[in-house]
């Protein structure tokens, strides 16, 4: 029998967790860009910019952006000239990126329905993999992060963008206020959904702190880790290469 894992702050089963953030993200797919301004205050747009001028897309290379979702990273990635592959475990997430991208006539991405867990990628498909705010979901991330390292070619580089930790004083605290009392209510009012953002704010209050998480990924194989923190640890941009 499996170990429980958590959802949020609840305990369930790996198959629940994975059933339950389809839902969460179905819920929330239509509303998620919004919402993402109204947490972040318009910063989550900020952070992708920073994150991909660290992954350096070039031209021709074969990039795979995992949870990629409504598109914001693979967008900006395609316009560096790259090949970009977006891939969603949610086909609600990939078909609302599949129409932003029509409506600004964005051409040349390939739409890939694939759980992080166990990619369909064969070995060595990709120069980049990158994942923005999508880490933090998977049920197995180890796993995942395996994966990661399976499909990047030689040479090839893993960027993850993700929410963690902030070590600044005072502002900590008032994030987890801000997060706990409003982020729900926020919900509510735009997505219509306050128990899933509800779970968001759980979960990444669960993920692991940046020098942890950094570790996880040089468990997995990579080599020359970094992390470089943002708001004090609040937003991390970890790397590694696969060598």
């Not at 972040?40 to 979702?69: C, T, Y």
């Not at 980049?128 to 399976?150: S, W």
Request: hydrophobic share 40%.
């Amino acid at each position: 029998m499996s170990s429980p894992v958590n959802f949020g702050d609840q305990l369930v089963t790996p198959e629940e967790k994975t059933e339950r953030v389809g839902a969460v993200f179905s819920s929330v797919a239509r509303r998620y860009d919004i919402m993402n301004d109204l947490m972040s205050g318009g910063m989550h747009r900020l952070w992708k910019d920073r994150f991909v001028n660290r992954v350096k897309p070039r031209a021709g290379e074969q990039i795979l952006d995992m949870a990629g979702g409504t598109g914001d990273i693979a967008f900006r990635v395609a316009k560096r000239g790259a090949q970009v592959t977006v891939s969603d475990i949610n086909a609600d997430m990939l078909a609302v990126g599949l129409e932003r991208a029509e409506q600004r006539g964005i051409e040349g991405l390939s739409w890939s329905p694939q759980n992080a867990e166990t990619l369909t990628f064969p070995d060595r498909s990709f120069d980049a993999y990158t994942i923005a705010f999508g880490i933090r979901n998977v049920t197995d991330i180890p796993a995942a992060l395996k994966e990661a390292h399976r499909v990047l070619r030689f040479g090839g580089r893993f960027f993850v963008l993700e929410f963690s930790t902030t070590e600044w004083p005072g502002f900590g605290e008032a994030y987890e206020l801000f997060a706990d009392k409003f982020i729900p209510r926020i919900g509510k009012a735009v997505a219509g959904d306050e128990e899933s953002y509800r779970y968001l704010v759980e979960s990444i209050r669960r993920f692991p702190k940046p020098d942890q998480f950094r570790a996880m990924i040089a468990d997995a194989g990579f080599a020359r880790t970094h992390v470089e923190t943002l708001m004090g640890g609040l937003v991390c941009i970890w790397s590694g290469w696969k060598i």
